[in-house]
């Protein structure tokens, strides 16, 4: 079974820290994935990344980036972290093509107080 | 419009109740249906993938898709509390796109 490791299940950090949320993966998929799921508000994708150091900007890249240095593992930094980034943060992976579906980690909880 | 439409819930059911699920979309270039179930405080699971139109069982669940009214469904029979999830339809299109559209997510209770 592939497996998505995130580093943390909870977090709780300072306005202003740079947060670095770290997710590994091991069954060599291509693309990788990291969304934010807020209540009423679905998943959103926040950044993709379908090789090695390269990245996509999905639909809510401000405030965060990432970082792709080895295939198994996509890292999603909050530069300054602020309040309105309390969520859950999910990193998923997928072959190819991504037709058969994602695999999802178990979700970060991060707290901003 | 939203892509893709998926009522919140909650619905409530008891044990041994057929349950249905569902989503309606308005991109009629999906090909690819998903569904995933999620547990509190973890990640989506994916439970089911249909690839166009038609039925897939797998056990006590079966997805549905009809492209013609732009509708996907799940269905779980014989539910179980361990069946009390939120689930989450999601779709992609065909040649090689790897983002799928998902709904917001159905929360499910299944009572003793």
């Known amino acids: 079974d592939v497996k998505v490791t995130q580093s943390s299940r909870y977090l709780v950090k300072r306005t202003g820290e740079k947060v670095f949320l770290e997710c590994v993966q091991d069954m060599d998929h291509e693309n990788m994935f990291w969304y934010r799921q807020d209540p009423g508000l679905g998943l959103r994708l926040i950044y993709f990344?379908?090789?090695?150091?390269?990245?996509e900007k999905g639909d809510i890249p401000e405030g965060y980036s990432v970082s792709r240095e080895k295939k198994e593992r996509f890292s999603l930094i909050l530069e300054s972290a602020s309040t309105n980034q309390t969520s859950m943060y999910l990193c998923?992976?997928?072959?190819?093509?991504?037709?058969?579906?994602?695999?999802f980690g178990s979700g970060t909880r991060l707290t901003v107080v | 419009q939203k892509e893709v439409e998926q009522d919140p819930g909650p619905l409530s059911v008891p044990e041994g109740a057929i349950v249905s699920l569902n989503c309606t979309y308005s991109?009629?270039?999906?090909?690819?249906f998903m569904w995933y179930r999620q547990y509190s405080r973890k990640g989506p699971e994916l439970l089911m993938y249909t690839y166009s139109s038609g039925n897939k069982e797998d056990g006590r669940f079966t997805a549905q898709v009809d492209k013609s009214s732009k509708y996907i469904s799940l269905f779980i029979r014989d539910s179980q509390p361990s069946d009390s999830a939120t689930y989450l339809c999601?779709?992609?299109?065909?040649?090689?796109?790897?983002?799928?559209?998902f709904g917001r997510g159905t929360s499910l209770i299944v009572h003793p």
């Open positions: 998923a992976s997928s072959l190819g093509d991504g037709t058969y579906g994602y695999t």
């Open positions: 991109n009629s270039a999906f090909q690819y």
């Open positions: 990344s379908y090789d090695v150091k390269m990245k």
């Open positions: 999601a779709m992609s299109l065909s040649g090689g796109s790897y983002i799928p559209t």
